[in-house]
């Protein structure tokens, strides 16, 4: 199928298959469909008109229903139709966080931006597994730093949380804080503990579990490097020194200011 901005994946998880759409976007966001045998639950619709448009028609030609839509950490596209959020989410994403968030978008992106979900919402408490589409949904508390949304299990193999983890310096927008950095371990830790094979977010698409790995050597090491440097340009020379060449590097700035503030 040809898109004319973002790329398409497919994962084939045993009894069901993962679509991954990479959007290409400024925020690097991914849009997911999770298909079963006789029909769909899809997830963070994108946010931009050009690419919820590739989203629908690429839904469109799998045909088969959608029988539930969620919305985690993501509110994109998903019209009038109901939607799935974890409890305490469709609060949060009307306040002054995540409202203003969004408000600030459509300043920015104007008229590109799509509508924002007008749907019903039904909320689902933590801790509980939904199956739909034939496909088990287990939702656990996601990052104690990070919005109040869940950390998906799906069917047991794909483990979706608001940032895939890459083999890269992380952004400032995911860790924030000193005790952002222990929440991120914490949470990267419980995925690998979940026995899933396939780590996706909100931002990024799909890794592997030496990703997640990686992921939770680099943010030990960024306590090491916070706690042994007292400047933010101190942390980020060693930050290049411990990594050096690893993606991401012009981030370090913004990160080094979100931690020593």
């Not at 969620?70 to 994109?76: A, C, E, K």
């Not at 950095?181 to 396939?198: F, R």
């Amino acid at each position: 199928m040809a898109q004319t901005k973002g790329r398409f994946e497919v994962h084939d998880l045993g009894n069901f298959k993962l679509h991954v759409y990479h959007t290409n976007d400024v925020m690097a966001d991914a849009s997911y469909i999770i298909e079963g045998k006789d029909s769909l639950v899809t997830m963070e619709h994108p946010l931009f008109k050009d690419n919820v448009a590739e989203f629908n028609i690429y839904i469109e030609k799998l045909g088969k229903p959608i029988e539930k839509i969620i919305s985690d950490y993501h509110l994109g596209g998903s019209g009038n139709y109901a939607q799935i959020m974890a409890e305490g989410m469709e609060e949060f994403s009307k306040g002054p966080i995540y409202g203003g968030m969004m408000k600030g978008f459509e300043q920015m992106w104007g008229d590109t931006m799509t509508e924002l979900p007008t749907g019903d919402v039904t909320e689902v408490p933590f801790g509980t597994t939904q199956t739909w589409a034939g496909v088990t949904f287990e939702f656990r508390h996601g990052a104690s730093s990070d919005f109040p949304a869940a950390s998906l299990l799906i069917g047991g193999k794909a483990y979706y949380t608001h940032w895939t983890p890459v083999k890269a310096h992380v952004s400032h927008l995911q860790i924030s804080s000193p005790a952002a950095i222990d929440a991120e371990i914490a949470e990267a830790e419980k995925s690998l503990a979940s026995g899933a094979e396939l780590f996706i977010g909100g931002h990024g698409g799909a890794a592997k579990r030496d990703a997640v790995e990686f992921k939770i050597a680099y943010l030990k090491k960024m306590k090491e490097i916070l706690t042994a440097n007292k400047s933010s340009q101190d942390f980020v020379d060693a930050m290049k020194k411990a990594y050096p060449g690893l993606p991401g590097e012009a981030g370090l700035e913004d990160l080094g200011k979100a931690l020593y503030k």
